[in-house]
């Protein structure tokens, strides 16, 4: 059985693979990673063995259904796909969560949510701000929804606070002030942990306070302090392990704001065992491994594999549901503990009927 050859490109520090590598390439531009559409038209292989003649068009591998002796293709084939009413060509939305690219290079994650393309704009409503005198504004990463923080240069005016100072100025990323002691003009040799006194006439250091916030120039780390003249910070992916949450996952990366791994699904198409026994050719389709049963002459294959099961009943194919309380994923961003309920993903939504007011000071 052929596979699908995943294209990686080399972007920086990272590694780029395409989330859909049937339709899709990978790229490295202005330092991002970015999913391209291959031309319409390319070869695929939509993993549905009752279409023909699969072609990528959009980005999405899209193969025809035939219905009452016409070829039907869906007219959105990133999150619908043809059926047959009949003798009639009609279309009906992939499951939600199904992955797609909604051709925007801002948003990640993106999802089929009731037959719409969404991806995740995680700088929507970011305001990038310099963190202190000594920065200037950054800008959002699209990807993370994080900030950078961009120092001014070496030398620029700023105001450490300190009233004793004189001469403030920025010294990589930290202002810096110095004091008059015996004549001369004193500055800290590490103004991260240290301050500059005056003894006797002469310049000497000094540690600041354990627990004195400052930046110990390691983007992993968070929290950082001083603790006996030294900066430190701590590293929430230390000693973290990603690993995938199951056989249509795959190991995702530690986010070093949160110490919390990503949980990335394989491609739709990929092979998987669904632990059926009366099922064949299992794929995985938006994280969740579903297989196909042998009915009369034809395949069935369910629209929601999270939460049903194919049946075959008389000789026609059916399905039925799987447990109420399967866990699930139903492709909200906005939803939580999303579980089966009759056949379908229902998760909930826990900002529904809440109002933010500002508080006061």
Not at 79 to 87: T, Y
Not at 216 to 242: E, I, S, Y
Not at 284 to 312: E, F, M, R, S
Request: overall charge negative; hydrophobic content about 20%; charged content about 20%.
């Amino acid at each position: 059985m052929g596979g699908t050859c995943i294209g990686e490109v080399t972007c920086g520090a990272k590694v780029c693979s395409p989330t859909l590598p049937k339709c899709n390439v990978a790229t490295c531009e202005n330092n991002m990673c970015v999913e391209r559409a291959k031309p319409d038209g390319s070869a695929c292989n939509d993993g549905n063995p009752e279409t023909l003649n699969d072609r990528c068009i959009s980005g999405a591998c899209t193969g025809a259904l035939m219905c009452g002796g016409s070829m039907c293709l869906p007219t959105d084939s990133q999150c619908h796909v043809a059926s047959c009413q009949g003798s009639v060509c009609s279309e009906k939305p992939k499951p939600d969560g199904t992955q797609c690219t909604d051709g925007l290079t801002e948003t990640t994650d993106d999802r089929c949510v009731k037959g719409v393309c969404v991806g995740t704009n995680r700088c929507s409503g970011v305001v990038c701000k310099p963190s202190d005198d000594c920065h200037m504004q950054g800008s959002c990463n699209p990807l993370s929804g994080l900030c950078s923080d961009p120092l001014k240069a070496d030398g620029v005016v700023c105001n450490d606070g300190d009233a004793s100072t004189e001469n403030d100025k920025c010294v990589a990323g930290v202002c810096v002030g110095s004091i008059s002691c015996g004549g001369s003009l004193c500055m800290p040799v590490d103004p991260g942990c240290h301050k500059v006194v005056c003894d006797n006439g002469r310049c000497s250091q000094e540690a600041l306070p354990t627990g004195s916030p400052c930046n110990d120039g390691n983007p992993q780390t968070r929290n950082d302090v001083c603790g006996l003249g030294k900066c430190a910070g701590t590293d929430l992916c230390g000693g973290v392990v990603c690993t995938a949450a199951g056989q249509c996952h795959v190991a995702g990366v530690c986010n070093p704001q949160t110490g919390i791994c990503s949980d990335p699904t394989k491609p739709d198409g990929s092979l998987c065992n669904d632990g059926v026994p009366y099922t064949s050719d299992d794929t995985c389709t938006a994280g969740v491994c579903g297989g196909n049963i042998a009915c009369g002459d034809a395949l069935c294959k369910v629209d929601h594999p999270q939460c049903q099961l194919p049946t075959c009943s008389h000789g026609s194919c059916s399905s039925i549901s799987k447990p109420d309380g399967t866990l699930c994923d139903d492709g909200d961003r906005n939803t939580g503990s999303d579980r089966c309920l009759g056949g379908q993903c229902v998760g909930s939504d826990r900002c529904a009927a809440v109002i933010c007011s500002a508080q006061s000071r």
